[in-house]
């Protein structure tokens, strides 16, 4: 299994720009959690989905961020407009299911600049 | 969810055993207690989970006692390789498995 893929790996944008990550979870799972780590805030928990349904965004910082999850093997997560502080690396994991003994399965993550 | 405290830095030498204690004093009856691996520049990595007593694999060992409070990674005869932020989390099914990543722990091994 190819694990869970990520693109871009890196991305370098302006402020105001629109930003598109994208996440291919593995294949069979059924929750896919977007995260977002920085240096002052390490790993933060934006959203995720079960069965293609947002279960909790209650990590979204602003009205900005917005994710999408159209069928099992794609989901993104969008900025806009961008702005500097969003600058951070990007987590897409997945897992089986849900539950808290179920392990997550992190992709290689995006690293977002934005200048 | 419970609030977990973990040294921020630890230093080891090859060869050496290395424990990560983590305290979670406000854990729930049904939560579980997991371990994850970061190493720079990758997402974290899986390493053990457990809900009481000891559980053990070949990366690790977890060792959890009867009042749950807290827990110890036990990592035994490190390498160079095994430098990473290990991450202690917890959380239970009813919580819909959310986990939250605390500061974890930088480890560092020394040759």
């Known amino acids: 299994d190819a694990g869970v893929i990520q693109s871009p790996r890196h991305e370098v944008t302006e402020m105001g720009q629109e930003v598109t990550l994208r996440c291919k979870p593995i294949s069979g799972h059924n929750s896919l959690f977007w995260y977002r780590q920085t240096m002052m805030r390490g790993l933060e928990l934006l959203i995720y989905f079960n069965n293609n349904v947002p279960i909790d965004d209650s990590g979204m910082p602003e009205d900005r961020f917005s994710a999408k999850m159209p069928n099992a093997s794609f989901s993104t997560l969008k900025i806009q407009p961008s702005e500097p502080r969003d600058s951070a690396v990007y987590f897409c994991?997945?897992?089986?299911?849900?539950?808290?003994?179920?392990?997550?399965?992190f992709g290689p993550g995006t690293r977002l600049t934005v200048l | 969810l419970a609030k977990t405290t973990q040294p921020i830095s630890m230093d080891s030498y090859e060869g050496q055993e290395v424990n990560i204690t983590c305290s979670h004093n406000n854990i729930a009856t049904n939560d579980y207690i997991t371990w994850y691996q970061q190493f720079p520049s990758q997402g974290p990595r899986f390493i053990i989970q457990g809900y009481k007593t000891k559980v053990t694999n070949e990366v690790a060992s977890l060792f959890i006692p009867a009042d749950r409070k807290s827990s110890t990674l036990s990592l035994p005869r490190v390498s160079l390789s095994d430098t990473a932020v290990y991450y202690c989390l917890v959380g239970g099914d009813n919580q819909g498995g959310k986990l939250i990543f605390g500061q974890g722990t930088e480890l560092s091994v020394k040759p």
């Open positions: 994991a997945s897992s089986f299911d849900q539950g808290a003994t179920d392990t997550q399965y």
